[in-house]
Every structure is written in structure tokens, then in C-alpha cells.
């Protein structure tokens, strides 16, 4: 009995100490195709139990090059953990008529004492090669 009473301490005091912290993700999106392409970016914080997702955005163009911009929030990350583990998962149609999906490299950033507007996280996606770089 006292394991769940501190058990559940535990969780509300890690529950009174969280905060916003706001993210952007912005970049250029290469796609050499001769059709409109259409792509779903997830901007996601990687847990062991369960990943948060932080932001999304999807929409479709016509265009060679495209840049997009997103804003997102998480509070906290997970227990025992100080870092956010930032992660983008990308499905698009640009290369073939299917859907592909990749994931980006995982950065890991400290997690601040306090709210923070994290600096903007630039990425380049070169969606014919479905290598980010």
C-alpha cells in the first residue's frame, strides 16, 4: 500500500514540474517528379513507452522544391530521461506511385530548467533518393 501512495506521489509531482516547450521545424523538400506528389511530415519525441507527437503537417505540390515550416509543443519527456529525442517521419509519393516512408537521424536536445522556444531545427529532405540530408 505504501508503494502505490508514493507511486502515485510520484507521478503528480512529475505532473506539477512539467512545461511547454515549443518547437519549429523548417526546410527545403526536394521532389523530381513529373505528377503532384503529396507529403505527411510527423515530427515526433521519441519515448521507450510511447512516442509523443509534437507536430504534423501534410499537403501536396506540384513544385520541384518546397519549404515547409512547423510549430509544435511537448511538455516533458520520459521518466529518468533528459532529453527530448527528436525525430521526423516522412511518407510521401514522390519517387513511386506507392507510399514511402523513412525516418531522420534522432537529435537529442537537453531538456531545459523552464519553458523554452527551442531554436528552429532546419532540415533538408530529398524525397528521390528517400535519404534525408
Known amino acids: 500500500m505504501k508503494f502505490s501512495t508514493c507511486l502515485l506521489f510520484s507521478f503528480l509531482i512529475i505532473g506539477v514540474v512539467s512545461y511547454e516547450n515549443k518547437f519549429r521545424f523548417a526546410g527545403t523538400i526536394l521532389c523530381k517528379s513529373d505528377k503532384p506528389w503529396c507529403i505527411r511530415i ?10 509523443d507527437e509534437i507536430a504534423a503537417d501534410d499537403f501536396c505540390s506540384n513544385e520541384t ?16 530521461d533528459r ?7 516522412v511518407t510521401h509519393n514522390c519517387s513511386r506511385s506507392t507510399d514511402t516512408v523513412f525516418k531522420t537521424h534522432i537529435r537529442r536536445i537537453p531538456l531545459p530548467k523552464g519553458p523554452t522556444e527551442h531554436a528552429t531545427i532546419r532540415q533538408h529532405l530529398n ?6 540530408q
Open 83 to 89: 532529453n527530448f529525442e527528436i525525430q521526423m517521419v
Open 42 to 51: 510527423r515530427v515526433i519525441e521519441v519515448d521507450s513507452l510511447i512516442d
Open 127 to 132: 524525397l528521390n533518393t528517400n535519404n534525408p
Open 65 to 80: 522544391t518546397r519549404t515547409y515550416d512547423i510549430e509544435g509543443v511537448d511538455e516533458n519527456d520520459g521518466l529518468l
